[in-house]
């Protein structure tokens, strides 16, 4: 009988092309005080799936997700969208602080990607992958800030914008298809 149920849930999990298992996850946990948490994936975590920050600034939107890697450096991926045109960032000034022991850290290495719009994504979008010299096992908070001036953004009272995440690990769920 135990054999039968290994091998139904095999041919099934098969068929349908769907994984789903309970797990515990080590994330950084957004602080919803600095914009609405948002999902990174339709698919994935269950419980810890808005593991990213999104904020309106006028007609720009900024999304900040952070990546946790064990024993990596802490690497964030900040995507600026607008429908009229493209939105540069001084990525070179992006920084993180709060870290223990640490002072404000800038990235040691940039990746950027531009996509232009279409009809499947009507928006000019602008993506940052930052790296800081700092791993993320020795990270339990920290806040990106962007400064503002110079940018084609809209002014603000302090022209900064700060995200905040902390370290975290739960109990979740995670579930996979091929329709993902």
Known sequence: ??????????????LLGCVAYPTTRVYFEPNPADGAPVATSGCGYHTTKKDSLERAVGDVMINVQPEYVKGENLKVTVVVKNEFSYIALDSEQISVEGITGSKTLYPIDVATMLQLPSKSMPYYSQWY??????????????NLTIPVENTALPTLKS?????????IEKEDFYYNSINC
Do not use: E, H
């Open 1 to 14: 009988m135990k054999r039968y149920l290994i091998l139904m849930t095999a041919v099934l999990t098969t």
């Open 129 to 142: 992958v930052l790296s800081y010299p700092v791993t993320v096992n020795d990270v339990d908070k920290f």
């Open 159 to 167: 022209n900064l914008l700060s995200f905040g995440f902390k370290k």
